[in-house]
């Protein structure tokens, strides 16, 4: 994806802040830190920065304590903010389209054109047949400029804003678990957000970001129990139970399976009715509420697909000296995001 030194990736999410950073070695990457701050409750609200210090202050923690060098990131932004859409506009070339792009874009945004940043992505051009296949991701300019805010005031320089569900898709194909020539539905299940990205071949074909996530699932528990919130974190996350309770965080996380298997199931009937080509034969979760137990297993079996947990670091090597392998270990999926924009580099291609 580009030339010169891996960017640490920086994956700011709405409970924790993760790190990861790369080195190269014979021209292959190399697990050299990773790491995660988590925050206080209501530091970030649906993409929306609430509390800027605290997140300034987590970041500088975690560059701190991993004892981080380089100060070029990769960074990465979702949510209600964001808008992707896959658009097949008739034939121009690279300079018409440049041109053209804004205009082409204005109609499928919910924003005025003036409050966003658009990038875009040229798919397939086929002068032949009068097609162009793009790919577009547009970002509210407030919403981007507060967390470039945010990173600079951590003494960081970011170099590369990337989309989640980018970052993800980058972290599976780099994976020794990707499946060539085949169509699969990625889910990123964060605190706060699902991330959705539907992969044919290779190729974006569909993204969504679904505001359900492991936050929802621990004020449910927090809300039925009556606990403080990081009690209920706890119990979610495997915390000693006594029977009434172990009933009700066993319930509450069924339906959070349910919810999360039928918001994926809504995605790939929406792929399947809108786009020609392979049915999905695969979903590969990610994200700390991939971690739940028997999330995998429950969608496998409600939508009768083959499901997996992905490793973002089972093809590269690692340092051991530095990297937590306890952590990594137990929480690798949590980190797909952050590996996915530590691949990219100082130098990027277009």
Request: glycine share 6%; charged share 25%; aromatic share 6%.
């Amino acid at each position: 994806m580009g030339k010169g030194a891996y960017l640490i990736g920086l994956d700011i999410g709405s409970s924790s802040v993760k790190l990861v950073e790369l080195k190269e070695k014979k021209g292959h990457p190399v697990l050299h830190h990773l790491g995660v701050v988590h925050l206080a409750p209501e530091t970030i609200v649906e993409g929306t920065i609430i509390d800027s210090y605290d997140l300034i202050n987590a970041i500088k923690h975690l560059i701190s304590a991993h004892h981080i060098k380089n100060r070029k990131v990769a960074i990465s932004v979702s949510g209600t903010p964001v808008i992707v859409k896959r658009l097949t506009l008739g034939y121009m070339t690279d300079k018409e389209l440049a041109e053209t792009i804004d205009w082409e874009v204005e109609r499928y945004l919910p924003f005025d054109l003036s409050e966003v940043n658009i990038d875009y992505h040229i798919i397939r051009s086929d002068e032949e047949k009068n097609q162009l296949e793009v790919l577009i991701a547009a970002v509210k300019k407030e919403t981007l400029e507060e967390y470039l805010s945010v990173v600079a005031e951590a003494g960081l320089k970011v170099r590369v804003v990337d989309v989640d569900a980018f970052a993800m898709e980058n972290a599976y194909l780099f994976s020794g678990q990707r499946e060539k020539n085949q169509t699969v539905i990625l889910a990123n299940i964060g605190a706060s957000l699902m991330n959705l990205n539907i992969v044919s071949e290779g190729e974006t074909m569909f993204t969504r970001d679904i505001a359900l996530g492991g936050i929802n699932f621990t004020k449910e528990i927090q809300k039925q129990i009556g606990v403080t919130y990081e009690e209920a974190e706890k119990l979610k996350t495997g915390g000693e139970l006594d029977p009434a309770q172990e009933i009700i965080v066993n319930n509450v996380l069924e339906t959070a399976k349910e919810s999360l298997s039928s918001e994926i199931l809504k995605s790939i009937n929406f792929y399947n009715s809108t786009f020609e080509g392979n049915e999905v034969k695969e979903i590969v979760l990610s994200g700390g509420s991939a971690l739940m137990n028997g999330i995998a297993e429950y969608i496998q079996q409600s939508l009768n697909i083959p499901t997996s947990i992905i490793n973002p670091f089972e093809d590269v090597d690692i340092n051991s000296k530095t990297v937590d392998i306890d952590l990594m270990e137990k929480t690798a999926p949590m980190f797909t995001v952050a590996f996915g924009l530590a691949l990219r580099r100082e130098k990027e291609e277009k």
